[in-house]
């Protein structure tokens, strides 16, 4: 199982919006809700922020938010923060039940 | 949901086995499934598999496929896993993740656990 495709690194300044895709296939993304998506900060565990594409957990800000089109989901993090700075992976199901991850992507607030 | 606490850092010699522990405080343990997902240093976070914990069914990617053992124990609360033959590759932070049935990809993560692995 390949890994979904993320861009390597995304910059913002601080209160804009900025966009991370996730792009699989008709397998894994494209193939049923169970999309989330991990933010990291160095030396941390991963900490959960969307499931089921765009639902959050408790406590999770909702400058969060997630959607997906098709193949690829997205995440979009609104009112950018220097807090915001980590890694970001989504994951997906897979339709043999499966779990495939994101290559990461870097956020910079700038 | 549950708070999962880990087991502490190991260190190992390539061809050794290690065995990782992964403990639920809560009671949604026998209705989860546990995920163990592996960071190499600088590296994207790698699914390697999971057990049942209700059930003790297991399922891996095929890349770790005979080299990882995962099981439960359920008086304990506890999801266990076991990689042999470690090499120098498998350096890295260890993490287990439960998922509860019914809750779709709603994962807890536990804190992770470091294995390395040198000469």
């Known amino acids: 199982q390949s890994a979904l495709t993320q861009p390597a690194s995304v910059s913002g300044s601080p209160g804009q919006s900025i966009t991370i895709s996730c792009t699989g296939t008709?397998?894994?993304?494209?193939?049923?809700?169970?999309v989330s998506w991990n933010q990291q900060r160095p030396g941390e565990a991963p900490k959960l922020i969307i499931y089921?594409?765009?639902n959050r957990p408790s406590g999770v800000s909702n400058r969060f938010s997630g959607s997906k089109s098709g193949n690829t989901a997205s995440l979009t993090i609104s009112g950018l923060r220097t807090e915001d700075e980590a890694d970001y992976y989504c994951?997906?199901?897979?339709?043999?039940?499966?779990?495939?991850f994101g290559t990461g992507t870097t956020v910079h607030v700038l | 949901q549950d708070q999962l606490v880990q087991s502490g850092a190991e260190m190992k010699r390539p061809g050794a086995s290690v065995k990782i522990s992964c403990k639920a405080s809560?009671?949604?343990?026998?209705?989860?499934?546990v995920h163990w997902v592996r960071q190499a240093p600088g590296q994207r976070l790698e699914w390697m598999g999971w057990?049942?914990?209700?059930?003790?069914?297991?399922?891996?990617s095929q890349k770790f496929q005979g080299r990882v053992i995962l099981t439960r124990d359920t008086s304990a609360k506890t999801a266990h896993m076991e990689v042999s033959s470690l090499r120098s590759e498998d350096t890295a932070v260890y993490y287990c993740?439960?998922?509860?049935f019914g809750s779709g990809s709603y994962w807890d993560w536990g804190q992770g656990t470091l294995v390395a692995v040198s000469s």
């Open positions: 089921d594409v765009n």
């Open positions: 993740a439960a998922a509860y």
């Open positions: 994951s997906s199901y897979t339709g043999n039940n499966h779990v495939v």
């Open positions: 809560g009671n949604n343990f026998f209705k989860s499934a």
């Open positions: 057990i049942n914990a209700g059930n003790g069914n297991t399922k891996f």
């Open positions: 008709g397998d894994d993304v494209g193939g049923d809700q169970f």
